[in-house]
């Protein structure tokens, strides 16, 4: 599934190909995609005559803003956007057509049909579902440290599920969790509580360093992921622990093992990232107790 840097490629390049484009009209062949308004005709109607201003970001939704009008857009498991020539073939598993008045079009392609399309007007899409519960986004200056802190730190959760939470901090998933908490040395299953002032500064430096350097390369191209322009990133190739199951670190030389942590497969090198000793922790909570 997309993250935040394979979101946020994508916002790039399709806003420089869309970006003053009038929709001339739109064409919908799986009503399913559209949540907002839910009939498709609707949909299509009310976003004929409008033209694209800019496309934007909030966590891993696209938000493409109009005159008068915000379309957000999830693109879930393989959902993508490309712009094409009228004339061009259309692909299989296109299920949304945005037809510009300059013979060109916009076209939303999603193998497993999981994308979502919701129309808003402008400002609602921000205090409405889905957009309405999102936490802070970790690449803008608001993030720092104490906000970060103070956006998890209290949670009695593992520390893996909950920077996954979208309510908390958006834009990571599993590809970035596990190369955060990688980079930082901290194993998955800790829960705040255990991390000390050290361990949050550099968890926080490695989310950002993580996220920054894969926005950088144009995101990780795992399975199907392309950008606006169809073009593959290239951080896969800067992994450390994700998807190098039995492959040695490139830290210790250990070996990378996966498990389960919160529901989700979690890459781990366990010399890079120890789990703190029970009878240290024990000890530990009977002297914070005196
Ligand atoms: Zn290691």
């Known amino acids: 599934m997309p993250e935040l840097p394979e979101v946020e490629t994508v916002r790039r390049t399709l806003n420089e190909l869309v970006a003053g484009k009038r929709i001339e009209r739109v064409t919908v062949t799986l009503p399913r995609i559209i949540q907002r308004p839910e009939e498709p005709e609707a949909f299509a109607a009310a976003l004929a005559g409008h033209t694209i201003q800019s496309v934007e970001r909030r966590g891993k939704f696209l938000r493409i803003i109009l005159d008068g009008l915000v379309l957000v857009s999830h693109l879930r498991m393989e959902g993508r956007y490309g712009v094409y020539k009228q004339d061009e073939p259309v692909e299989l598993h296109t299920h949304v057509r945005f037809h510009f008045d300059d013979g060109m079009e916009l076209r939303y392609k999603d193998v497993r049909q999981f994308g979502t399309m919701h129309l808003f007007a402008p400002g609602d899409d921000l205090t409405l579902p889905p957009l309405n519960k999102l936490g802070i986004e970790p690449l803008e200056e608001a993030f720092t440290l104490q906000a970060f802190k103070k956006a998890v730190a209290s949670r009695k959760t593992k520390i893996k599920p909950l920077l996954l939470n979208q309510e908390h901090i958006v834009g990571l998933g599993n590809i970035y969790v596990d190369e955060a908490l990688f980079t930082a ?56 622990v994700y998807g190098r199951e039995k492959e040695a670190c490139r830290s210790c030389g250990g070996p990378i093992s996966k498990s389960v942590v919160g529901g989700r497969g979690t890459h781990i090198c366990l010399r890079c990232q120890p789990l703190p000793k029970a009878g240290k922790r024990a000890n530990q909570v009977k002297q914070a107790a005196k």
């Open 185 to 240: 040395g901290i194993h998955p299953e800790r829960t705040p509580d255990t991390l000390k002032a050290a361990d949050w500064s550099r968890l926080y430096d490695a989310i950002r360093a993580t996220l920054g350097r894969a926005v950088d390369a144009g995101g990780s191209s795992i399975k199907s992921y392309v950008n606006g322009q169809g073009e593959m990133g290239m951080f896969q190739h800067e992994l450390l």
